[in-house]
């Protein structure tokens, strides 16, 4: 029964990207910083409340500072939102780092107008497909999001540093220690999870993709790697950490049981 579930959920979820008109707009999404704690804000839809429990609604990115400087998390799919969630992060300091959770055009496309400054952190799956299917995944984001949108005006830029498979990377942004970790296969082989420990917040991009019941889509035979996945992330998270989900308003941890499976399995 989970299986079907599943299944009918990712079909849906095709068929929604199929369709004639996107499901956000890039031209249109106004985001807006949510503060979580000290220096770490989500940026979110500003109509990201009105949304409907589970309902994914436009990318998310998050913001998180320190005394040395800033890492943003998503750098979005066009130059409009991009630039958003650019003119909030120099609020709080220089722009050091920039991480991608996945691949995915609208959590990567920005990296294009980032200074040459800013390093660019990304799973080491997430940058061998980019390096293979950049052409054919603009063309995909164009289909999903729409033509005029400036998808067409991106050049590929991939990681500085790599995250490998199964491991993790630390950031030093003075006074707050940032881990950046693969947990598995999520949506995409080169899925990451940004954690401030400090604050007891998960970036998550599109695994947990949005409130319960939060299934990501377009898993490519990994169900059982999705579950898996989740399974790690669920028992790594405190019961008071909150969650930026790919695509939805900031939830907590307790929102994950009853979505995939139940909790504990």
Known sequence: ??????????????????????????????????????????????????????????????????????????????????????????RHGALRYAVNTSYHGDHSYGNYYLPKSVTVIQHAAAKAYVDANFAKDVQFMEGAFGKGRGIDKIKPRTGDVLVAKDSRVQVDLGGKVVDIIDFGFGQTGGDLVVWDPQAKVAF???????????????????????LDTLTRLYNFLPADARIVPGHGPVIGKEAMNGTWITWPP
């Open 1 to 90: 029964m989970k299986i079907g579930m599943i299944a009918a959920a990712l079909l849906l979820a095709a068929g929604v990207a199929q369709a004639a008109e996107p499901i956000w707009d890039a031209n249109k999404v106004e985001l807006k910083a949510q503060k979580l704690a000290d220096g770490v804000y989500a940026m979110v839809p500003a109509d990201a409340g009105k949304a409907a429990e589970g309902v994914p609604i436009a990318t998310t990115s998050g913001i998180l500072a320190g005394s040395k400087g800033v890492l943003v998390v998503d750098t979005m799919i066009n130059e409009r939102l991009h630039k958003q969630v650019m003119d909030e992060a120099k």
């Open 204 to 226: 998550t991009g599109n695994p947990v993709i949005a409130g319960r019941p939060s299934l990501p889509w377009l898993l490519d035979g990994h169900v059982q790697d999705t």
